[in-house]
């Protein structure tokens, strides 16, 4: 099974600086894509930034300049670096990944068990 271990959230003030980390072990035998999702109470999941294989990043519009995505291919790693916080960035973020797994074909997903930011004011 595959597994995702999520780090790095917590409470910091506006303007500060956090870095989510999220590493994935199990049977995958090509990662593919690696993101992040975040989601608030009551509100649907929404992308934050994705990573292709090939070092390829997405962001959506409301984090571009602030946040930056990276991975670590040898050690399935995904990390967010979130700069300039702000209040709206709070919510509990996830990452997810898509894989594949010997036997299988097409693309697997999974997702973090999710990791709360709190940007006070």
């Known amino acids: 099974q595959v597994h995702l271990v999520e780090s790095g959230g917590g409470l910091v003030q506006s303007g500060g600086s956090l870095t989510l980390s999220c590493t994935a072990s199990g049977g995958i035998s090509r990662l593919n894509a690696m993101g992040w999702y975040r989601q608030v109470t009551g509100k649907e999941r929404e992308l934050v930034g994705s990573?292709?294989?090939?070092?390829?990043?997405n962001y959506a519009d409301s984090v571009k300049g602030r946040f930056t995505i990276s991975r670590d291919k040898d050690k399935k790693t995904v990390h967010l670096q979130m700069n300039s916080l702000r209040p709206e960035d709070t919510a509990v973020y996830y990452c997810?990944?898509?894989?594949?797994?010997?036997?299988?074909?097409?693309?697997?997903?999974?997702w973090g068990q999710g990791t709360q930011v709190t940007v006070s004011s």
């Open positions: 997810m990944i898509e894989y594949e797994i010997l036997g299988v074909w097409g693309d697997m997903r999974s």
């Open positions: 990573i292709s294989s090939d070092g390829g990043a």
